[in-house]
């Protein structure tokens, strides 16, 4: 069993950053591959990065150039949000994707609102 637990969310104005940080309790596998998720009122949860063990990074394309994934030790993986933009207002959640066995985990949720 693992806990995913989130942090680092707001209220910022646009163009400014903000850092989520996901923080994994229970036992990590190196192929493990943590993502981050978004989900904004009315719509459904997105793919927002993923990283795995290696660490390689895969960006949806709205994202990419403005937010960074990394991944420390432990599965520890953080968010590095700039140049925000209020589309990019939602509750962002922590995901972990483990093949074998088949299991998935999912964080409570941090919200991100970014002001215009």
């Known amino acids: 069993q693992v806990h995913l637990a989130e942090s680092g969310g707001g209220l910022v104005q646009a163009g400014r950053s903000l850092r989520l940080s996901c923080v994994p309790s229970g036992s990590i596998f190196a192929n493990d591959v943590m993502a981050w998720y978004r989900q904004a009122p009315g719509k459904q949860r997105e793919l927002v990065a993923t990283?795995?063990?290696?660490?390689?990074a895969n960006y949806t394309d709205s994202v990419t150039g403005r937010f960074t994934i990394s991944r420390g030790n432990a599965g520890l993986t953080y968010l590095q949000m700039n140049a925000l933009k209020p589309e990019d207002t939602a509750v962002y959640y922590c995901?972990?994707?483990?093949?074998?066995?088949?299991?998935?985990?999912w964080g409570q949720g941090t919200q991100v609102t970014v002001s215009s």
């Open positions: 990283i795995t063990g290696t660490g390689r």
């Open positions: 995901n972990l994707n483990r093949l074998y066995p088949r299991e998935t985990y």
